[in-house]
């Protein structure tokens, strides 16, 4: 019998950008935040979150897992649907597909930002 996905929800900013990079990830409920991950980009940023939220999944024992973010350029580079202009979104793409390479399975959806509840979660953080 297959195993169910592990549903993970991720998003990641910087104020400015570039800037200082913040990450969430939501899973089972639990938010899990990391606000400094050094400097970059946004797209810096949902990349560390996507590679952040298959780590999690790593550490929970998953088989297989269904991420959702807001990041239709991560979302897209993913799924081979857009370019990775820049060395730097390469290599967070092959740090990505390394270790969801681990995995039975791994999913990936855009989602709105209303309905990514880790961008949610940082946007508790920092109200405007």
Do not use: Y
């Not at 899973?27 to 606000?35: A, F, K, M, P």
């Amino acid at each position: 019998m297959p195993s169910v996905p592990l549903k993970l929800f991720f998003d990641g900013g910087c104020r400015p950008n570039p800037g200082r990079i913040e990450i969430g990830v939501v899973v089972r409920g639990v938010t899990h935040i990391l606000d400094d991950c050094g400097h970059g980009t946004n797209s810096d940023a949902e990349w560390l979150a996507a590679i952040h939220a298959l780590r999690i999944a790593r550490e929970l024992g998953a088989v297989s897992v269904d991420l959702r973010g807001d990041s239709a350029l991560v979302v897209g580079q993913v799924r081979g649907n857009a370019r990775c202009r820049s060395a730097e979104l390469r290599a967070h793409r092959d740090a990505f597909q390394a270790l969801a390479a681990t995995f039975e399975t791994v999913k990936i959806r855009h989602v709105g930002r209303s309905h990514n509840l880790a961008g949610i979660a940082l946007a508790r953080l920092h109200p405007r």
